[in-house]
């Protein structure tokens, strides 16, 4: 069974991040607690939004995702920060199956594309995306800004009227 996560779900969402992390032997840099996934992805203003498979009552599998805009298409869609699949189960298809879910509650509400990004070293990872129909952008870039370097560059503008509120 997929069915959308709610905040009772936060220690399992973050086992399954952490999952992630371990796979790729990068679990020391995830700095996330299941509060912050509680306070971040649920109530007034959630952050993102995450499906969670189950089997027998035992969370399996996550596709977590935030809302998307492209201004080329004019269209909303989502962005997949995390997918994952308990070991025992890749292979089953649900991770394709949680990629579906993701896409049709995108879809339901108008939305017309996913997106995410792969690590460079993960080609299993790249081969099961290829395979389910997401195409690599070698056009694009991905670019990011976070630690002090995110702290100075928010502090070059005050606040917008918006944030004040």
Known sequence: MIRLAIADDAEAIHAMVLGIGHAQGEAHKIASTAEDIRR????????????????????????????????????????????????????????????????????????????????????????????AGLRHSAAEMIHQIDGEDFVRLAGEQPPTQEDER
């Open 40 to 131: 971040h992805g649920f109530g007034d203003d959630p952050a993102f939004e995450a499906l969670i498979a189950e089997e027998g009552g035992r969370p399996v599998g996550l596709c977590l995702f935030f809302r998307s805009f492209s201004t080329w298409r004019g269209r909303p869609g989502a962005y997949v920060q995390d997918l994952y699949v308990d070991p025992a189960l890749r292979g089953s298809g649900l991770g394709r199956r949680l990629l579906a879910a993701t896409a049709a509650h995108v879809a339901a509400r108008g939305g017309a594309y996913l997106r995410l990004s792969v690590d460079a070293a993960n080609v299993a990872a790249q081969g099961f995306y290829r395979r």
